[in-house]
């Protein structure tokens, strides 16, 4: 890849379109949209973008702007529509989410770069086959569910391809093991980070290009280590206690907004 750089105007752009997706229901902070859109918007090598786990469009349509500064690859969005999982939200009676989606995509004026996969994730990830730049993962985000997703489409990220997932910093258990056991532990990951929830890691074919960020992934897997006895295995929801202590130990996990430029320099 060439020198990795900001498009033109690309902080005042964001800004536009976080204003615009706030009408969008969804999840996100209003950090976790920024640097979601700083990952599609400078791709860090060649591929396409996947996106698991869209509901409302929200981060789909942030996906597909942002990209569109960029390469303007075709966002491929794969969510079954109807929330099965016992960590995805709530549709407030209605019996999928399909509709709102499109509706959404279109409002944001992304539809023609939007390609839905109207199916789960671990079923598409039996026939997928293309090279990515960037997997998003926000969908189920039980242990099983974030595990199947990043073992069926990790092998298809490219050299200096982006892994993120959100809610790594959540209750749920999903995230924070897969990060944990998955990409901290691996030899094949580089410059990795939290922002709001969202936990990133760079893939690097090399594994002797990543060893340098061995202690950097080392020092996160510890921190991230204080949060799993209190969820995982846990009966319920956690106590107020526990989750007093919970917030503690995120705390000393940094994740707090990144300037754009302070990621470029992280990144090969």
Not at 128 to 150: M, V
Not at 192 to 209: K, R, Y
Not at 214 to 223: A, G, H, I, T, V
Request: aromatic fraction near 8%; include cysteine.
């Amino acid at each position: 890849m060439n020198e990795k750089r900001l498009p033109a105007g690309f902080e005042t752009f964001v800004e536009q379109v976080l204003t615009e997706a706030e009408s969008v229901e969804g999840h996100l902070t209003p950090r976790e949209m920024r640097f979601l859109a700083l990952l599609a918007a400078v791709p860090t090598a060649e591929g396409g973008i996947l996106e698991i786990g869209s509901f409302k469009g929200r981060s789909t349509s942030i996906l597909a702007r942002a990209a569109a500064l960029a390469d303007g690859e075709t966002i491929h969005a794969v969510d079954p529509m109807t929330a099965p999982s016992e960590t995805d939200p709530d549709l407030g009676g209605a019996k999928d989410s399909l509709s709102d989606f499109r509706r959404n995509i279109e409002t944001m004026g992304v539809s023609d770069r939007v390609e839905l996969h109207q199916t789960f994730s671990y079923e598409l990830a039996k026939t997928w086959d293309a090279p990515l730049r960037l997997l998003w993962i926000d969908g189920d985000h039980t242990y099983e569910g974030t595990r199947l997703d990043i073992e069926g489409f990790g092998p298809h990220l490219v050299d200096k391809g982006i892994v993120a997932m959100h809610d790594v910093l959540h209750e749920f258990d999903g995230g924070v093991r897969v990060m944990m056991e998955h990409v901290l532990l691996s030899p094949n990951f580089g410059a990795c980070g939290f922002v709001g929830s969202i936990g990133w890691a760079q893939f690097l074919e090399d594994a002797n290009e990543a060893a340098k960020y061995r202690s950097l992934k080392l020092k996160l897997y510890k921190k991230l280590s204080r949060l799993i006895p209190l969820i995982t295995l846990r009966k319920g929801e956690l106590s107020a206690q526990e989750k007093k202590q919970f917030k503690l130990w995120r705390t000393f996990v940094p994740h707090k907004e990144i300037k754009p430029q302070d990621w470029l320099d992280q990144v090969l």
